[in-house]
């Protein structure tokens, strides 16, 4: 069975600050890796996704994530925080053998702190 | 939020009616999905439909049920026997199948509260 887990509920950090969330994974077989940002009350919207490859993946607005398998973590980061940053950030995570639906952790409340 | 649309944004239901929540997508996109969401407990998955008149359901499907008529469109209608209804309910939908590293794309969501 797939699973993700975001250890933490909350994360705070002050605006310019470089930042982290969080997330590791356990999947039976090789990953394929996602990370989402919602805003209040609207859908989720794709940040960015481990395929293969490179282990550090860009995506939108300046965000990148590490892919480490030993560790089985994919750690979302970004190097200065913007207040407007402020958002619930989703891991997810699908095995590479089938097209399963993504498996979501429980989600990060990121709150930039001006 | 793409090309997939959800309505109503914001739905309110009597004790023991059916609702049905709508989720159409103009994507060509195969797979749909239907995720509900409670405060600190993520997405939890309903049901999913791969192709036209199949589908499967998720972790949580007790009290709901859909259909998959036309490619577009996915419909969740939430029974009178869903214990808890009250939550934000997500669609998303993907590419090919025979893709399988695809991201889901979501829609904006819609707000069931049960009076």
């Known amino acids: 069975a797939q699973s993700v887990a975001q250890p933490e509920d909350q994360v705070n950090v002050a605006e310019g600050n470089p930042l982290t969330v969080k997330c590791t994974y356990s999947v039976s077989g090789n990953p394929y890796l996602f990370w989402y940002v919602q805003y209040p009350n609207r859908g989720l919207q794709f940040l960015l996704k481990?395929?293969?490859?490179?282990?550090l993946v860009k995506g939108s607005y300046g965000f990148e994530a590490e892919f480490n398998k030993s560790q089985t973590s994919f750690h979302l980061k970004k190097p200065s925080a913007l207040v407007s940053d402020s958002a619930l950030y989703f891991c997810?995570?699908?095995?590479?053998?089938?097209?399963?639906?993504?498996?979501f952790g429980k989600g990060t409340r990121l709150s930039v702190i001006a | 939020d793409g090309g997939i649309t959800q309505s109503p944004k914001y739905l309110f239901r009597k004790e023991g009616q059916n609702v049905t929540l709508s989720c159409e997508q103009n994507?060509?996109?195969?797979?749909m999905y239907w995720y509900r969401q409670d405060p600190g407990q993520g997405l939890r998955l309903i049901y999913y439909s791969q192709i036209v008149n199949d589908f499967q359901k998720g972790d949580i499907a007790e009290g709901y049920s859909v259909s998959r008529e036309k490619k577009e469109s996915f419909p969740l209608t939430v029974t009178s026997a869903q214990k808890n209804p009250t939550a934000f309910y997500l669609c998303?939908?993907?590419?090919?199948?025979?893709?399988?590293?695809?991201?889901?794309?979501f829609g904006p969501g819609t707000r069931l509260t049960v009076l």
């Open positions: 997810a995570v699908r095995d590479k053998s089938g097209n399963t639906p993504l498996v």
């Open positions: 994507l060509n996109h195969d797979a």
């Open positions: 998303a939908s993907t590419p090919p199948t025979s893709r399988y590293y695809n991201e889901q794309f």
């Open positions: 481990y395929i293969t490859g490179d282990n």
